[in-house]
């Protein structure tokens, strides 16, 4: 049976990534949190991990000898990047150094799969329309800063000492369990709050006109998955729905879906000081190389946000 690490699974996305390992690809998982994270998965056996610390990292590899790591531990929040962009210069790249350094010095090649991000392309998603992974980058915020960093240093290491890297370029994924931070679940936590009577009945939003490529998190740690097993050493792959969505649609999707009267507002705070117009992946090199493609609509996934939420408030 194949091991497999996942390297920041107390986030949004590695109890998901953990199922689909396990469930789905039949790995021996293992996981890891900050000491801080109250984080368990009845489906791997979870340590304590700091990246910071590149002597607990090589440690633990040594210890688990894994076949994949996933690697998402990470500061993945555009707003906080802009509050705190030495908090995310540390994690993100630091970090990232880290790890590379310590999966170097192994002595067997595990494939260790590096997760950035869409937020990387920046203004060239406006220049370009769909962007494809030929497409350069040109970040406009500190969190793509690090993720396109973060790129680059893998395929450095990558072709300088033979390791097996993939880096993946993963849009906006959402679902339910995401923190509010993030617009759906900013949006569909408003919506369950007005709807229990426990704000007064306005939506607060940032910019609407914005277009984003939205993708399940269930079918992005598919695609995780997937590359790990199949994919090119060395490579980038865009992993995304290939159609970006308005987020005033996003807006009218989930607000249709209440029987609450709601007013919207504009909330200065939640403007960003530069904000891409459209962002949209070409995901053709990911569906022809590996053969993955999304399954999930993005109706399906605002549904299970929207319950998951008023499940909690």
């Not at 203004?123 to 370009?128: F, I, T």
């Not at 994919?231 to 995304?240: L, M």
Request: charged residues 25%; negative net charge.
């Amino acid at each position: 049976m194949k091991k497999a690490l996942v390297i920041g699974a107390a986030g949004f996305v590695g109890g998901y990534l953990i199922d689909c390992l396990k469930n789905e690809f039949g790995m021996e998982v293992t996981g890891t949190r900050l000491t801080n994270q109250n984080f368990t998965h009845e489906g791997a056996e979870i340590f304590d991990l700091d990246i910071m610390i590149k002597e607990k990292i090589s440690a633990l590899l040594e210890k688990i000898h894994p076949d994949y790591i996933f690697h998402l531990a990470a500061q993945s929040s555009v707003a906080v990047s802009w509050k705190n962009p030495q908090l995310t210069v540390d994690i993100n790249i630091k970090g990232t150094l880290n790890l590379l350094d310590a999966v170097r010095e192994l002595d067997y090649k595990p494939t260790l799969l590096l997760v950035g991000s869409g937020e990387e392309y920046g203004a060239s998603g406006a220049e370009h329309g769909q962007i494809n992974e030929e497409t350069v980058p040109k970040p406009g915020n500190v969190y793509a800063a690090t993720k396109a960093t973060q790129n680059m240093l893998g395929s450095i290491y990558a072709k300088a000492y033979s390791l097996r890297i993939i880096s993946v370029r993963a849009f906006n994924h959402i679902g339910a369990g995401q923190a509010e931070t993030f617009v759906v679940s900013d949006f569909c936590k408003q919506v369950a709050e007005i709807e229990k009577g426990k704000k007064e009945p306005c939506l607060y939003v940032g910019n609407l006109s914005a277009y984003r490529d939205f993708t399940d998190v269930r079918d992005v740690v598919r695609a995780y998955a997937m590359l790990a097993e199949s994919g090119k050493y060395g490579e980038t792959y865009n992993v995304g729905s290939g159609h970006a969505i308005q987020i005033q649609t996003i807006l009218d999707k989930i607000i249709a879906r209440s029987t609450a009267r709601i007013e919207v507002k504009i909330d200065e705070k939640k403007l960003r000081p530069v904000d891409v117009p459209k962002i949209e992946a070409d995901v053709s090199k990911i569906k022809k190389e590996v053969g993955w493609e999304p399954k999930l609509s993005i109706d399906d996934t605002i549904d299970d946000v929207l319950d998951w939420w008023r499940k909690r408030v």
